[in-house]
Nanobody, 115 residues
């Protein structure tokens, strides 16, 4: 059963913005969405933005000041607000959660940035 579903990707010009959503739709009650990752063509998957505990958040250096990760009030959906997008941000973006030591991944949403 799919536990996490990403949405909000698309094609934008450099400098544009997108807001990605990761919704917990599965039946695993204790699944906790940890953050966002991305994988560009030919590259390894990399961490983009994560919750690190105590309300802290971590971002890969290349997106600091441009991306923001946050949760909704019901903790059902995790968002990634992406501003000032660059062509280098082009990738498939995935959200990741954990439950009982096991990782769960969504199927990804595509983000393309080009002029």
């Amino acid at each position: 059963q799919v536990q996490l579903v990403e949405s909000g990707g698309g094609l934008v010009q450099p400098g544009g913005s997108l807001r990605l959503s990761c919704e917990h739709r599965g039946s695993i009650f204790d699944l906790y969405v940890m953050g966002w990752y991305r994988q560009a063509p030919g590259n390894q998957r990399e961490m983009v933005a994560t919750f690190t505990g105590g309300g802290r958040r971590d971002y890969v250096d290349s997106v600091k000041g441009r991306f923001t990760i946050f949760r909704d009030n019901h903790l059902k959906t995790v968002y990634l607000q992406m501003n000032s997008l660059k062509p280098e941000d082009t990738a498939v973006y995935y959200c990741c959660g954990k439950e009982n030591g096991e990782d769960y991944w969504g199927e990804g949403t595509q983000v393309g940035v080009s002029s």
